[in-house]
């Protein structure tokens, strides 16, 4: 039943890829190390909820090609991410995903260092925050 959850969160963003690169759009997630930018300083908050529509890229490239630019997944069903997306989207469903993740907030959005499944998890469940811990 959940590989059948990620078999449609997959579609969802290889119709996302699809429809960003024929409006020659950038169709994988922003990375914030792409950015030029100039940090003066930076500042640890507490463990908040932050709203998911906010979280908008990761922060480094690591990870871009594994998701469309919503977050949903690109790798094929049978591979080890798949596996573990699945058994995040399980976990969400029986207890709730307990980890906050780890991001950069920059300039009102927020770049996901560590976390990257459970946000693609809670933003195909269409969840409206996550937990995090923003930097």
């Not at 940090?39 to 640890?44: F, G, H, S, V």
């Not at 573990?84 to 300039?107: D, F, H, N, S």
């Amino acid at each position: 039943m959940s590989l059948e959850v990620y078999e449609q969160a997959r579609k969802i963003g290889l119709r996302c890829v699809k429809t960003r690169a024929a409006q020659g759009l950038d169709p994988y997630l922003p990375a914030l190390e792409d950015e030029k930018l100039k940090i003066l300083k930076t500042q640890e908050l507490p463990v908040t909820a932050i709203p998911l529509d906010r979280v908008t890229g990761t922060r480094t490239r690591g990870r871009t090609n594994s998701f469309a630019a919503d977050f949903m997944p690109l790798l094929e069903p049978a591979s080890e991410f798949a596996g573990k997306w699945t058994r995040l989207y399980e976990a969400q469903l029986e207890e709730g995903i307990r980890e906050p993740i780890l991001c950069v907030e920059y300039l009102g959005h927020f770049y996901v260092q560590e976390g990257n499944k459970r946000v693609s998890v809670l933003k195909y469940l269409k969840a409206p925050e996550i937990m995090a811990k923003v930097t």
